[in-house]
């Protein structure tokens, strides 16, 4: 069964570091990777999707990157600031099998930037 | 406002009780699914329909039921709630599993249910 870890589980930082956040999975056969933010409360917003192809994604401060064969991602958050703060998640699609297009999801990482 | 709507909001069952979140979307979404998000365990699959009349089992599937008779509609039945079911649901739709590009999936707001 896939399984899906994130690392670390909570992050506080001041405002305008760089930040890593990190995702690691279990099997490799993969469809895609997705990061979502979560805000308190509320239901999850997806910030971006890697393919299996793929190697990065970006999108604006946001840069996300895939290892599959390592079974690795990171996301980098440029120059944070406090509307940031959320839970990051980390998703991976299943590519094969009885599990075909199922997501997998990470416990997520609780981000809070302070002013 | 297009997207996924999820009613109610909150709610409070008594054990034994029984109960229908609703899900509904207007993007002509085929894919639908619904999770549980559990403190410390991350979202867990418990339904999904891949189509209107095609549903199938996630992970989590004891305890729920669910039908497809719409491409809109996707509700998510307990029949005898019990206070393991304490959860926050999240319903989630995409147009195609495997559309590139547009396999992103829309989730709800949430519906938080407490059960005494």
């Known amino acids: 069964k896939q399984e899906v870890t994130q690392i670390p589980a909570a992050l506080s930082v001041p405002e305008g570091e760089n930040l890593v956040l990190n995702c690691s999975f279990t099997d490799s056969a993969i469809y895609n990777l997705q990061w979502f933010r979560q805000d308190p409360g509320k239901g999850l917003t997806s910030l971006l999707l890697?393919?299996?192809?793929?190697r990065e994604q970006t999108s604006g401060r946001l840069n996300a990157s895939l290892d599959k064969s390592s079974g690795r991602s990171t996301l980098y958050i440029a120059a944070s600031q406090p509307g940031d703060s959320a839970t990051y998640l980390c998703?991976?699609?299943?590519?094969?099998?009885?599990?075909?297009?199922?997501?997998?999801f990470g416990r997520g990482t609780q981000l809070t930037v302070w002013p | 406002n297009a997207g996924v709507t999820q009613t109610p909001k909150f709610q409070v069952l008594k054990t034994g009780q029984s109960m229908t979140l609703q899900c509904a979307q207007d993007?002509?979404?085929?894919?639908m699914s619904w999770y549980r998000q559990d403190p410390g365990m991350g979202l867990r699959l418990i339904h999904y329909s891949v189509g209107a009349g095609i549903t199938d089992q996630g992970e989590v599937p004891n305890g729920y039921n669910v039908s497809r008779s719409t491409t809109e509609d996707f509700p998510l039945r307990l029949l005898s709630a019990a206070p393991s079911q304490t959860s926050v649901y999240f319903c989630a739709s995409t147009t195609n599993l495997y559309n590139t590009g547009a396999n992103v999936l829309t989730f709800g707001a949430g519906s938080r249910l407490t059960v005494l």
């Open positions: 998703a991976v699609q299943a590519d094969r099998g009885s599990t075909l297009g199922r997501l997998y």
């Open positions: 890697i393919q299996s192809s793929q």
């Open positions: 993007m002509n979404h085929e894919y």
